[in-house]
């Protein structure tokens, strides 16, 4: 089976740097992704990791130690519409943590 | 390109009635996922199809089904409703070649049961 744990919530500062930390406990996976979702609105990809280390995409990054069993996104720059919910999930089929709801605040 | 579309969009049903969603992916697409979200259990998976087969499923009761058709369109049914089955459903549809494809997701369909 798979267990998936991130934080409930997280405030962090606008221009500020936040490390959103996904720990997972799983038998077999290919890859880990994070989602973003906005308040009433669907899920929308962000990255997907499959080695171990460090993707980059503009302001946000993505870390994956399988031997840790650990991801985290880092979100750098923040902005106010950064406020949102992100999942991690495994996939094989695709199962979630429950998401950790980000709040940017001026 | 269109984006994946649900319908409807919202729901509301009385115990022990039965629903059925449907799920319309973006074209070119095979795999459709099935995917229930409540506050308390966060999104949770249901059942996938690709080319008309159940390819992977969750664990959810028997009262909760799908199937694709052949234009990779796909529904959802819920019978016998409880209130506990009151949750945004979402699909999301993939090329479905591999798990590592990315996933978009439809608006979601909000299922009210009374």
């Known amino acids: 089976g798979q267990n998936i744990d991130q934080p409930t919530e997280m405030t962090a500062t606008e221009g500020a740097i936040v490390q959103i930390n996904c720990t997972y406990q799983?038998?077999?996976?290919?890859?880990l992704f994070w989602y973003q979702q906005h308040a009433g609105e669907a899920p929308t990809f962000l990255s997907y990791?499959?080695?171990?280390g460090l993707e980059e995409k503009g302001r946000f990054s993505s870390f994956l130690s399988r031997s840790k069993g650990y991801s985290y996104l880092l979100l750098k720059e923040l902005q106010m519409k950064d406020s949102a919910s992100y999942l991690c999930a495994v996939d094989g089929p695709l199962v979630f943590g429950k998401g950790t709801r980000l709040s940017v605040i001026a | 390109k269109a984006g994946v579309t649900q319908t409807p969009r919202y729901l509301i049903k009385t115990r022990g009635q039965q629903v059925t969603l449907s799920c319309s992916p973006i074209s070119g697409h095979r795999s459709v996922s099935w995917y229930q979200q409540t506050p308390g259990q966060g999104l949770q998976f249901l059942f996938e199809y690709f080319s008309e087969t159940q390819r992977n499923k969750g664990n959810f009761p028997g009262r909760f089904s799908g199937r694709q058709f052949s234009n990779s369109r796909s529904e959802m049914n819920v019978s016998t409703l409880e209130l506990g089955d009151s949750a945004l459903y979402l699909c999301a549809s993939s090329l479905g070649d591999s798990t590592a494809d990315e996933q978009f997701f439809g608006p979601g369909t909000r299922l009210t049961v009374l």
């Open positions: 990791n499959v080695l171990d």
């Open positions: 799983t038998s077999g996976f290919n890859g």
